[in-house]
Nanobody, 125 residues
Framework: QVTLVESGGGSVQPGDSLRLSCAASGFVLDDYAIAWFRQAPGKEREAVACITGEDGSTYYTDSVKGRFTTGRDYANNRLYLRMNNLNADDTAVYYC??????????????????WGQGTQVTVSS
């Protein structure tokens, strides 16, 4: 059974950094694409990053390119999302989600079958 557990959220100031973690179990990291989604109050859930299975190619939404980095931590069977230069627009609940093999061309939430419980990120001065 694919299980995902996020951690690492918190309250930070604009310009700060955070590193989210997604603990994975029940599958081999290289066999699954893992996406990071976020959902702010009153807004739809949106994908911000995805790392594809096998070759580890990564994709980012325009609003986070150059600031966010996702990758795999094989030693601890985790995925991470490194977030730099955070701003108020990054405030949201962040989720990791999994699907077999590749990141889909359209990073729609319904394409991912397994989800973590989410972790809150708040950016405020």
């Amino acid at each position: 059974q694919v299980t995902l557990v996020e951690s690492g959220g918190g309250s930070v100031q604009p310009g700060d950094s955070l590193r989210l973690s997604c603990a994975a179990s029940g599958f081999v990291l290289d066999d699954y694409a893992i996406a990071w989604f976020r959902q702010a109050p009153g807004k739809e859930r949106e994908a911000v990053a995805c790392i594809t299975g096998e070759d580890g190619s990564t994709y980012y939404t325009d609003s986070v390119k150059g600031r966010f980095t996702t990758g795999r931590d094989y030693a601890n069977n985790r995925l991470y999302l490194r977030m730099n230069n955070l701003n108020a627009d990054d405030t949201a609940v962040y989720y990791c989600a999994a699907k077999p093999w590749k990141c889909p061309q359209s990073l729609d939430a319904f394409r991912f079958g397994a989800w973590g419980q989410g972790t809150q990120v708040t950016v405020s001065s």
